[in-house]
T-cell receptor
Framework: NAGVTQTPKFRVLKTGQSMTLLCAQDMNHEYMYWYRQDPGMGLRLIHYSVGEGTTAKGEVPDGYNVSRLKKQNFLLGLESAAPSQTSVYFC????????????????FGPGTRLTVL | GENVEQHPSTLSVQEGDSAVIKCTYSDSASNYFPWYKQELGKRPQLIIDIRSNVGEKKDQRIAVTLNKTAKHFSLHITETQPEDSAVYFCAASRRGSTLGRLYFGRGTQLTVWP
């Protein structure tokens, strides 16, 4: 049971380049999330998904797109990277909060450190 | 939406002392308040949580208290040890809603000096 995994662990991009971050979970969780973590700013939600084929915007969605074609995978895309997107990106997953007696602990992946030059 | 504020942003204590981190929330409908610990270079992990029908919860050296009327909750760590050094995040959510979204505070960097 690998839990939540993220690919890649590190990446350096030039301004204007595109890339996709992959998140995978093997816990059969319904919900998945993408956060970015910047010094002093905590964890800010970019996009999230409450099920296969559905996505929604979080707190800081601009410049990012997501897709959830399979329940176990959640992809985060940067179409045209900017230096302001330099950050550590965390994916997380959880059960539905309406089930399992409210067990909505979020399980985080190891993170992807992205630098945009 | 919910707004969670966390204080202090940094906290230094001597080994063996207690540490307290405080959070306030704005949405009176929030009813679930977890705390996550993130060690340097690692992922955040849940350490304790409290639900709005409970005023206090303890787990060994850590405890969380909740004041629904004042809309604030706190993390208490007693007999601190160097391995408690980490960033701690509080969060708030509506358990039972269809969203399951957590609203995080900005974090507290706790340093425990030996």
């Amino acid at each position: 049971n690998a839990g939540v995994t993220q690919t890649p662990k590190f990446r350096v991009l030039k301004t204007g380049q595109s890339m996709t971050l992959l998140c995978a979970q093997d816990m059969n969780h319904e919900y998945m999330y993408w956060y970015r973590q910047d010094p002093g700013m905590g964890l800010r939600l970019i996009h999230y998904s409450v099920g296969e084929g559905t996505t929604a915007k979080g707190e800081v969605p601009d410049g990012y797109n997501v897709s959830r074609l399979k329940k176990q995978n959640f992809l985060l895309g940067l179409e045209s990277a900017a230096p302001s997107q330099t950050s550590v990106y965390f994916c997380a997953s959880s059960y539905s909060s309406s089930g399992r007696a409210g067990l909505i602990e979020q399980f985080f992946g190891p993170g992807t450190r992205l630098t945009v030059l | 939406g919910e707004n969670v504020e966390q204080h202090p942003s940094t906290l230094s204590v001597q080994e063996g002392d207690s540490a307290v981190i405080k959070c306030t929330y704005s949405d009176s409908a929030s009813n679930y308040f977890p705390w996550y610990k993130q060690e340097l270079g690692k992922r955040p992990q849940l350490i304790i949580d409290i639900r709005s029908n409970v005023g206090e919860k303890k787990d060994q050296r850590i405890a969380v208290t909740l004041n629904k009327t004042a809309k604030h909750f706190s993390l208490h760590i007693t007999e601190t040890q160097p391995e408690d050094s980490a960033v701690y995040f509080c969060a708030a959510s509506r358990r039972g809603s269809t969203l399951g979204r957590l609203y995080f505070g900005r974090g507290t960097q706790l340093t425990v000096w030996p």
